[in-house]
């Protein structure tokens, strides 16, 4: 829940789990145009809501 991308690695999926890093990253970093910081939290719910569906399903 903290860094994005790690559910996604720990389930096996590395490029899944970098891409999503990699939006984080791009999105924490334009932070300072203000719709960003919407779109990032939308973002970081639906990373954790995949992560925990993903490794749901292969438990």
Known sequence: MIFP??????NGDM???????????????????????IILAIFWLYNIYDAYTVAKKRS
């Open 5 to 10: 991308g790690l559910g996604q690695i720990s």
């Open 15 to 37: 490029k899944k789990g970098l891409l999503f890093f990699a939006i984080a990253f791009t999105l924490i970093l334009t932070l300072h145009l203000g719709v960003t910081f």
